[in-house]
């Protein structure tokens, strides 16, 4: 069996469809959900997945916008918290680390983990960190719906 051909074993049939999505996905975990689909042509289990992603992704940013006009720390770690865990279920490697930011500065944490006792700080860096995942969702959006065949 050559690499071109279809593998039935298990093993991975996307690297070579797999676009080069850079830094933005982790290739090894997307891949695992690719192999959920039952047709590469159809799609039918990762698309809605990932295309559901993105909706829920855009309605926990009003969440932390809003939480993020009321200084609501507590919020924005857990929101942060909750769209982190669902971006790294996918494979979703800078909305992942943005989250991750957002929920420390939110518990008045570094990244380290180190205690930051200055609000305005946290508030400061989590507005950085919104800013930027927002910046990455709509990157990482465009790319996907260009591999799924999704109009814009």
């Known amino acids: 069996m050559t690499d071109s051909d279809s593998r039935t074993d298990g093993g991975s049939t996307t690297s070579a469809s797999m676009p080069d999505f850079g830094d933005n996905v982790d290739v090894g975990t997307f891949s695992q959900i690719l192999e959920m689909d039952e047709s590469e042509?159809?799609?039918d289990f990762s698309?809605?997945?990932v295309l559901n992603f993105f909706d829920q992704a855009r309605e926990t940013f009003e969440k932390m916008d809003k939480a993020l006009a009321e200084k609501n720390l507590e919020e924005l770690s857990s929101l942060g918290h909750f769209l982190k865990g669902s971006s790294a279920t996918l494979g979703f490697t800078k909305i992942r680390d943005s989250c991750?930011?957002?929920q420390q500065y939110g518990h008045k944490q570094n990244v380290?983990?180190?205690?930051?006792p200055d609000e305005k700080a946290c508030l400061a860096k989590i507005t950085e960190a919104l800013k930027a995942v927002k910046k990455d969702l709509g990157e990482l959006e465009s790319l996907l719906k260009r591999f799924f065949n999704v109009d814009e």
């Open 41 to 43: 042509d159809e799609r």
């Open 47 to 49: 698309k809605p997945l």
């Open 100 to 102: 991750q930011i957002i």
């Open 112 to 116: 380290d983990g180190s205690p930051e």
